[in-house]
């Protein structure tokens, strides 16, 4: 059983910054590509960003692209989504989800294994 714990969350002003962490249980971790994915209420889930299992290759929804950053520490078994110059629209339930193909996909369908998510909620 894989298990992703997400951290990090809470309350900001807009212009304010945060670090989500998601730690994995697994030690093959490594192998995993993993996902960040947001969800507000009343929408659906939706793409943040995407690392692949060496940190090398990355991937960002055009929204967050220049704000938000994706890395990954394969020793502590932990991705992280630093999150810069956030706004009001950026409130949502962050969720980490893992791959066991080792690539970050946009796609939320690929992934197969999701954390239980954390609020972050950025007041204007």
């Known amino acids: 059983q894989v298990q992703l714990v997400e951290s990090g969350g809470g309350w900001v002003q807009a212009g304010g910054s945060v670090r989500l962490s998601c730690t994995v249980s697994r030690r093959t971790f490594r192998l995993y590509g993993m996902g960040w994915f947001r969800q507000a209420p009343g929408k659906e889930r939706e793409f943040v960003a995407a690392i692949d299992w060496s940190g090398r290759n990355t991937d960002y929804a055009d929204f967050v692209k220049g704000r938000f950053t994706i890395s990954r520490d394969n020793a502590k078994n932990t991705v992280y989504l630093q999150m810069n110059s956030l706004n009001p629209e950026d409130t949502a339930v962050y969720y980490c989800?893992?791959?066991?193909?080792?690539?970050?996909?946009?796609?939320?369908?690929?992934?197969?294994?999701w954390g239980q998510g954390t609020q972050v909620t950025v007041s204007s």
């Open positions: 989800a893992a791959g066991g193909d080792g690539l970050g996909y946009r796609d939320k369908h690929a992934y197969d294994y």
